[in-house]
Every structure is written in C-alpha cells, then in structure tokens.
C-alpha cells in the first residue's frame, strides 16, 4: 500500500459540524505532524479494510443479480 505522499490527492466534502469534530480530535489527541486530512485518510482506509468482505458482498447482490 501507498504512503500518503504517493498518491493523488483529490477533496472530499464534509459538514461544517464534521469538519469541525474531526479538528478538535486532530487538536487534543493528535501526535505531531498529524492533521485531519491524515486522520481521515487513515480512518477510511481502516473502515475499507474492515468492511472489505461486507462492501464486496454488497456490490455482488446488487450488481450480479439475475433479472428475472
């Protein structure tokens, strides 16, 4: 798996009110050099891998279902 450094960056919008939580958490428990982009980066990538079988079975149900 790539660093952070290694790959293409692109925006993902959130709340005000997410934005705003996710900064406070960055502020009071963060290490140094953390920021919130780091954060959630690593928050998701544990999600995808967490939930890998699920998200899978999920997009098989619904896009390899017969029709009729």
Same mark, same amino acid.
């Given at each position: 798996?790539?660093?952070?450094? /290694?790959?293409?960056?692109?925006?993902? &919008? @959130?709340?005000?009110?997410?934005? !705003?939580?996710?900064?406070?958490?960055?502020?009071? $428990?963060?290490? /140094?050099?953390?920021?919130?982009?780091? &954060? @959630?980066?690593?928050?998701?990538? !544990?999600?995808?891998?967490?939930?890998?079988?699920? $998200?899978?079975?999920?997009?098989?149900?619904?896009?390899?279902?017969?029709?009729?």
């Amino acid at each position: 798996s790539r660093g952070l450094g /290694d790959v293409y960056k692109r925006q993902i &919008y @959130v709340s005000a009110e997410t934005k !705003h939580k996710i900064s406070e958490v960055v502020k009071k $428990i963060g290490k /140094d050099g953390m920021t919130a982009t780091s &954060y @959630v980066e690593n928050i998701l990538r !544990h999600h995808l891998e967490t939930y890998k079988d699920e $998200i899978n079975r999920i997009h098989k149900d619904q896009n390899f279902k017969n029709l009729l």
